[in-house]
Structure formats: C-alpha cells, structure tokens
C-alpha cells in the first residue's frame, strides 16, 4: 500500500493520491479516482474514511498529541482499500452499542462503525505487533 501526502490546496477537498513518481489524484468523494470508483461509492468511501479517523483520533488515540495515525489507500483492481493504523489499546467491535437498538437511537454518538460497515464491502480490526490498530476497509466496485 501506498503512503499519500496532502496536495497544497487539496485539503478542503478531499482525500488525494500523489505518489512520488506520478501526478496522479485519487479524489473517492468526488468520483476522480483513477482506478473507477464512481461517485455515490465514492461518498459512502469519504463517510467511512472520515468515521474511521475521527474513531482513531478520538478513541483509540484518546486525542493525544503525541500518538499519530496512519492512513494508506490503495486501489488494486476493481477495489479501492484503505487503511487506518492507530497507537491505541485496540477494542472489541462486538463490544460497541448497535445504533439502531431504541435505546441509542437519540444518542448523538455512536454510529461511526455501523456507517463503515455499511458503505465498504470489508471492515476489519487487527492488532498490531508493535502496538495499536490496524482497520482495513475495501469497496468494491
């Protein structure tokens, strides 16, 4: 998988691709993705990826200036994948409350992981041997 860099002027607009030997742009919320990802898989990609760095940031990473996060995306064939690697304790998906039970239906959290698994194909939780988590997404398309 490849690292992407931010494009200056790209950030309010979305996730963009650079690779090092390339000027080609993955934009998945806007349908320019190179590799075919048109644009309502593209908008379910952009709430997952966003759902997954806030979940990094917030909870794994407890927002603590001194953990970092690693995003990587990848688009291999008729797929687009993303990673998300954080330096949190990890957790039990299973665990997490289910945002449509009536209980949590006015809670103002707590939906980000129903959303991934709704809109990607593949969501998937791993430790990782140095620490933290590792969240792999894929869409196919």
Known sequence: MQQLEAIPGERDRGFCDRPNDS?????????GCHCGVGDEAAFGIDIAVREA??????????EDDTKSI??????AGRAFEIDVKDQGEGFDPA???DPTEPANLLKTSGRGIFLMRN???EVQWSSRPEG????HMVKRF
């Open 53 to 62: 760095v806030t979940n990094a940031i917030v909870h794994a990473n407890n």
């Open 70 to 75: 690693e995003v990587s995306f990848n688009c």
């Open 119 to 121: 809109f990607m194909d």
């Open 23 to 31: 000027t080609r742009f993955a934009q998945p919320h806007r349908g």
């Open 132 to 135: 933290g988590t590792t969240l």
């Open 95 to 97: 665990s997490v409350p």
